[in-house]
């Protein structure tokens, strides 16, 4: 059997278009020489969910590209974030047994076929299936890669967003065909036209709208849409935390600025901050916008005083301290003398938990 070091020499070796992609916030291009890097223990995985690489390999041949072969993988990172070395050997090890056992032969001796490469993680422990939201991102985030044509419900889901249908009649729509219009939003006009009608479209496409657009970055028309959307929502508390978490998914590529922060310190200042769904949708989505100091004051402060208690506290806590640049200011705040009781209280209940 051929020996790689890495997973990556591995995957070049194969000849096939590739591209890497991170799958744990969002779906967003990994170049292969950083995740290169990574594999050698030279950095640390950039961006890091639940103390683990949750990664996409897409691996096409550009004369079959509807061929192509698809790898998810979640690869534990040490406490420091980086790449345990041992758990990629391992994963390593079990891919190029099943390629062996399934080609009869060591994997280089012959071209493996898309089908048996497909089938190569078989009963690997490191592979996992995004849920359905993101898997349909991720299959339209596929086809545009390859250059392949959208999926059949594509053109549904835009005669819907162009205002030509009925909004109300969103019944009709593909969940893939939102996937595949939001991730071509660059595509003739179609972001201007859902930037028009954001704050118009009902509750369920509305949200499923949401689930697509934290894996693209909306130019300025559409995130002031969003704001906007986001903004008003709260501001008459009559939907649902499942609504604004949704929105705060959507908002959560957009550009990082002043308007941005008033919007999520509107949110936090809200009813809705102190929501279990609220809370982990700006933890797991906003986190970028969480470095502004006086922001995480606040979501610090407000996560203290969330309504599942201890335990939400501790788990955003966990993840959110594995991110290198938000755990020295996380620090910060922890050691201000100017923290409320309540932080104070939820913190010494995380250290007394073993938290670290």
């Not at 929105?247 to 600025?257: G, H, K, V, Y």
């Not at 506290?313 to 003398?337: G, Y």
């Amino acid at each position: 059997m051929a020996h790689f070091e890495t997973l990556t020499d591995f995957i070049r070796q194969t000849e096939a278009q590739f591209r890497i992609f991170d799958m744990g916030r969002c779906i967003s291009k990994l170049s292969p020489d950083s995740f290169h890097k990574v594999e050698l223990g030279q950095i640390p995985y950039p961006k890091p969910f639940l103390h683990q690489a949750w990664i996409a390999i897409l691996m096409w041949n550009p004369k079959q590209a509807d061929e192509n072969v698809v790898w998810f993988l979640k690869l534990p990172l040490d406490e420091q974030g980086f790449l345990v070395q041992a758990a990629r050997d391992d994963f390593l090890n079990r891919l190029l047994q099943n390629l062996t056992n399934s080609m009869g032969k060591g994997p280089l001796d012959q071209p493996a076929d898309a089908s048996e490469y497909r089938d190569a993680l078989k009963d690997n422990p490191f592979s996992f299936t995004p849920d359905q939201e993101k898997m349909a991102a991720f299959h339209a985030t596929a086809t545009l890669t390859t250059r392949q044509p959208a999926s059949s419900f594509y053109d549904g889901a835009k005669q819907y967003f162009h205002g030509k249908t009925d909004l109300n009649g969103w019944d009709t729509l593909g969940y893939q065909g939102i996937a595949d219009y939001v991730i071509r939003y660059q595509q003739g006009n179609n972001e201007d036209k859902l930037a028009g009608i954001f704050t118009q479209l009902p509750d369920v496409p509305l949200e499923a709208v949401c689930t697509s657009l934290e894996h693209i970055q909306p130019g300025e028309t559409l995130s002031e849409s969003i704001r906007d959307r986001l903004t008003s929502s709260v501001a008459e508390d009559r939907v649902s935390a499942n609504q604004i978490g949704a929105l705060l998914r959507a908002i959560s590529q957009t550009p990082e600025n002043d308007q941005k922060i008033a919007a999520l310190t509107q949110v936090l200042e809200s009813r809705y901050g102190r929501d279990p769904e609220v809370i982990a949708a700006l933890a797991s989505r906003c986190w970028a916008s969480l470095q502004y100091p006086q922001l995480l004051k606040l979501f610090l402060e407000t996560l203290a005083e969330n309504t599942a208690g201890q335990a939400c506290f501790n788990r955003v806590m966990a993840d959110l301290m594995f991110i290198p640049t938000l755990r020295a200011l996380t620090l910060q705040q922890f050691r201000s003398p100017e923290r409320s009781e309540a932080l104070s209280q939820a913190i010494g209940g995380m250290f007394g938990d073993g938290f670290l």
